[in-house]
């Protein structure tokens, strides 16, 4: 009994050392680099209207002076959250289980303290924003997809085997370009886990779907993926993103779709037991159809604030919130609550619906969203901050592919996408305002063929490369989250990048460099 006031000592000791470490360096970094508390900060390129889906930080609008003056060790505490994502269910999934909320706390606070005694009221900016701006935006669209989705059955004869797992696989790729690729993947997740539940071998199952469904098939038009929506609200024509990546996408989704084919097939055949046809169960139903309307709502208001301005409301300092985004949200909420209210409890019963995985990304995203900021502010400072090495070396489209994609495998793919966007325009000495003419949408007179080469390869990199681990895109952690809820053994972070996302993606991205960007 005496042990465990001992430990708690050691532990609040070493929260003290955790915390007075970076603040004490922190304000050394400031001190050295003092800003002006009243000083307006900046804002980087205008990325007002995009949508929710954005991701984790989407238009983290930190004091750029931040960005050039954090060293890169700033982002250690973001390091600390991805790394207790992955090894603690491996290594004490007991005390993970029970205690994951806490330690999201911890490194959100280990980040938060020293940042705010170092630069005060530019952080406190830069964390209201990102809370406020981004993060509660971006649980009010999974919540609200999340939500609508867990009304929608769909029941019957449908068994998992390789035809249709790579069939159901195809569906939600088509779909994603469409309604997004959290749309997509929370209407298509629970029949794939439903006919799928017999199965011993199907965590490669979910590893593919996150590759499709979840990011790839999002790859068509700026409604599939936010770096192609902030793309569309940078005047890239509506319309070109399918032109442009279409030839890739193509290949692509029929390679991996024949390699899961030939996998699953495999895994098929290990399945010593076979499911007995059920009486009443031929052919296909659906239930709480009428939820796909709401669905199409959650679409509807997410293109509305992202095409729209309606001005914007002050909520702290130079945080302001665009009106736009205000009625999207709400009327989000609208949509979440109308499917509550209008589907049947036994339709969410039968998709065994429980707001366990909501939750549990509520709040381990929470803390990424707030040990991001570093990380967010030093790639939107460009060549003036600590990546600036990484930023100068890009010169080819095979550069910009492998650079986006990195990034976008480990930060926000809005942002990263936004980096490597202007820093294209600048490399060519454009304004943002020739981006339509030199993609060809103006005539041929004014169509730069190196720019289309660039921004093709940026765009795919963001999009593609989402799929390389759970946090790279938005719908990743969901689809683990409720995949894990039905009884999948999914991977820890790194199990997911090393038995799926490097054997399967890296090859394919690199033919892919070979084929297109070479």
């Not at 406190?124 to 406020?132: D, F, G, K, N, W």
């Not at 399918?242 to 030839?247: A, D, I, N, R, S």
Request: aromatic share 12%.
């Amino acid at each position: 009994a005496r042990r465990r006031p001992i430990a708690r000592g050691a532990l609040l000791v070493l929260m003290i050392g955790l915390l007075a470490g970076p603040a004490i360096a922190l304000a050394q970094t400031a001190a050295g680099h003092e800003t002006p508390a009243s000083a307006a900060p900046a804002e980087p390129a205008d990325t007002h209207g995009t949508p929710a889906e954005a991701g984790h930080g989407a238009n983290a609008a930190s004091h750029p002076s931040l960005g050039t003056v954090l060293p890169i060790w700033s982002a250690l505490p973001f390091a600390g959250i991805l790394l207790s994502i992955a090894l603690f269910p491996l290594l004490a999934p007991h005390f993970w289980h029970h205690h994951y909320p806490k330690v999201a706390a911890f490194w959100g606070l280990v980040f938060a303290v020293p940042f705010l005694i170092a630069f005060r009221g530019d952080a406190l900016q830069s964390i209201v924003h990102i809370a406020v701006i981004d993060y509660i935006p971006f649980i009010i669209l999974l919540l609200s997809l999340f939500t609508v989705s867990g009304g929608i059955y769909v029941g019957g004869a449908l068994r998992g085997s390789p035809g249709v797992n790579t069939l159901l696989l195809v569906i939600g790729t088509l779909l994603a370009s469409w309604i997004g690729t959290t749309g997509a993947a929370m209407v298509m997740i629970r029949p794939v886990l439903r006919a799928n539940a017999w199965r011993k071998h199907k965590v490669h199952v979910i590893a593919f779907f996150i590759f499709l469904v979840g990011n790839i098939g999002g790859s068509l038009t700026p409604l599939g993926d936010p770096p192609l929506f902030l793309g569309f609200l940078h005047g890239v024509p509506f319309f070109w993103v399918t032109k442009g990546l279409l030839p890739i996408v193509i290949p692509i989704v029929i390679l991996l779709s024949a390699v899961f084919f030939l996998l699953d097939s495999w895994y098929f055949r290990r399945e010593t037991e076979r499911p007995a046809a059920v009486p009443g169960q031929a052919g296909i139903r659906i239930e709480g159809v009428h939820n796909l309307l709401f669905l199409l709502g959650i679409m509807a208001a997410v293109l509305f604030s992202g095409t729209f301005k309606l001005g914007s409301l002050p909520v702290y300092g130079h945080v302001r919130v665009d009106v736009q985004n205000l009625v999207r949200d709400l009327f989000l909420l609208l949509m979440c609550w109308l499917s509550l209210r209008t589907t049947a409890r036994a339709t969410r019963r039968n998709n065994e619906f429980t707001w366990g995985p909501i939750r549990e990304v509520a709040i381990l995203f929470a803390g990424i969203f707030a040990t991001i900021i570093p990380a967010l502010a030093i790639l939107q400072a460009g060549e003036h901050g600590a990546l600036r090495g990484l930023i100068r070396a890009v010169n080819e489209p095979a550069h910009y592919f492998w650079a986006a994609g990195g990034l976008s495998s480990f930060l926000d793919n809005a942002p990263t996408y936004l980096t490597f966007f202007n820093t294209a325009l600048g490399k060519l000495g454009q304004p943002e305002s020739a981006v339509p003419g030199m993609l060809g949408h103006l005539g041929p007179e004014l169509r730069d063929p190196t720019f289309i080469r660039y921004l093709t390869a940026i765009s795919a990199g963001a999009v593609f490369m989402g799929a390389n681990t759970y946090i790279g895109n938005a719908p990743n952690f969901m689809i683990k989250s409720i995949a894990e809820e039905a009884g999948v053994k999914m991977p820890s972070f790194f199990g997911y990048m090393f038995r799926y996302a490097i054997p399967f993606l890296i090859p394919t991205f690199v033919l892919v460099t070979l084929v297109f960007f070479r």
